[in-house]
């Protein structure tokens, strides 16, 4: 089990192999890429979906057959930005995602095996560059490619998610490693590995606390979070939205997910190497729904991860307090890492006011009520020590 055979590396974890900025989408996608480049402009108009409405269809189905992997994902980008602002850029949201926009999306997620609305991967994974492209994937040398309203508040948003990504390369590959360590029985490298992710953990901790410096709650909710909603346990969209002119969906309201934080991969891929089960409830059931989002490389990863460690029973039986004291540190690590997403869950959504329409503070962007759910997720992961 390598990264490479999951298109990931050590030096990038889950994001792109390439950067957006280095892309080009054939000219048909010119008036698209117009539009997209000028989201925060239409926005600002109050009534973006005018705008929209006059772009034309490209007819992407043959297109996406034979077209380069990188220019489907760039694609994917633009059009889910574009199906957000047109959903959530005015004061109500339509009942309806009208043709022009419904049938490319359709096509590219399809494609890529994913729903035909903003995922994690469209708004973090696939949307940053480097300034320096000879430089680290760092806080001081990534930006935000593709913008809703734009601003430091959102960019910083995307920017923190993209640098914990990054330092979570680490985590992956030596996730990997740990694998092939148990089947040698070697205890002494799996020691080394556990003690090397421990310090990864810290680096993304460090990243992970920058969040407030440039990203306020306040600005966080009014201004950035109502884009990334979706149309799943919204009462703004009763039932969902309706996607013209798709066939398959024969005219009926699609409940779909929104973009979340609980769609990166990075701490399902440790729940499966760690062996840290979840009980059999309504979260659950969310967290397997949730798993269906995720780019069609990643959810094999976690797969062949879950199917292949067998992590937690050698430390176990292992006499090796070192040992089990690096695995123990790391799934702390986790616990760790899932209190301050509480944290800053209380702070940016919770604790705010709800005063747009489909926004409320006790209901996630995926449609869940959150705080129990992350509660129940840290007590969960930290009860399973060895």
């Known amino acids: 089990m390598e990264l490479k055979d999951y298109a990931m590396s050590r030096e990038r974890g889950y994001l792109s192999h ?43 189905e043959d297109w996406v057959r034979e077209a380069p992997e990188e220019q489907v994902r760039t694609a994917m980008v633009h059009y889910s930005f574009l199906v957000q602002s047109y959903v ?52 001081d040398n990534v930006y935000m490619y593709q913008n809703f309203a734009g601003g430091d508040d959102e960019n910083w948003f995307v920017m923190i998610h993209v640098a914990i990504e990054a ?19 070697d205890e002494a490298e799996a020691e080394r590995l556990l003690v090397e992710m421990d310090g990864a953990w810290e680096r993304i901790y460090d990243v992970f606390k920058r969040m407030t410096e440039r990203c306020d709650p306040y600005v966080y909710f009014h201004r950035v979070r109502p884009y990334i909603h979706g149309w799943a346990n ?6 969902g939205l309706i996607y013209e002119g798709i066939a398959k969906y024969d005219g009926k309201p699609q409940a779909l997910r929104g973009q979340t934080g609980s769609q990166s991969s990075i701490v399902p891929a440790m729940d499966a190497l760690f ?11 969310f967290l ?21 460690s067998n992590l937690r029973e050698f430390v176990t039986k292992s006499g090796s ?22 944290e800053y869950a209380a702070s940016y959504i919770n604790k705010q006011a709800g005063s747009i329409s489909g926004n409320d503070p006790d209901v996630g962007t995926g449609g869940t009520p959150f705080m129990k759910y992350l509660k129940k997720h840290r007590d969960e992961n930290r009860a399973q020590l060895v």
């Open 88 to 139: 959530w850029g005015e004061e109500a949201p339509p009942q309806f995602l009208p043709a022009n926009l419904s049938r490319p999306i359709v096509a590219i997620a399809d494609h890529l095996g994913q729903a035909p609305l903003l995922p994690y991967s469209g708004y973090v994974l696939d949307n940053w560059a480097r300034l320096d492209k000879s430089g680290p994937i760092t806080l």
């Open 275 to 285: 062996g840290v089960r979840h009980s059999d409830d309504p979260l659950k059931s």
């Open 167 to 185: 330092e979570a390369g680490v985590l992956l590959d030596n996730a990997t490693r740990l694998i092939d360590a148990v089947n040698h029985e």
């Open 288 to 308: 397997d729904e949730l798993h269906q989002y995720r780019p069609v490389n990643h959810r094999r990863f976690i797969e062949d991860l879950a199917a292949g």
């Open 18 to 60: 390439y950067e957006i900025d280095e892309i080009t989408l054939p000219s048909q996608f010119a008036p698209i890429c117009e539009a997209a480049g000028n989201l925060s402009g239409l926005l600002s108009t109050g009534r973006v979906r005018h705008w929209l409405d006059q772009l034309p269809d490209p007819e992407l």
């Open 321 to 342: 307090a070192p040992l089990k004291e690096a695995f123990n540190a790391c799934v702390e690590q986790v616990a760790r890492f899932r209190t301050r997403h509480l």
């Open 234 to 239: 919204n009462p703004a969209l009763d039932g």
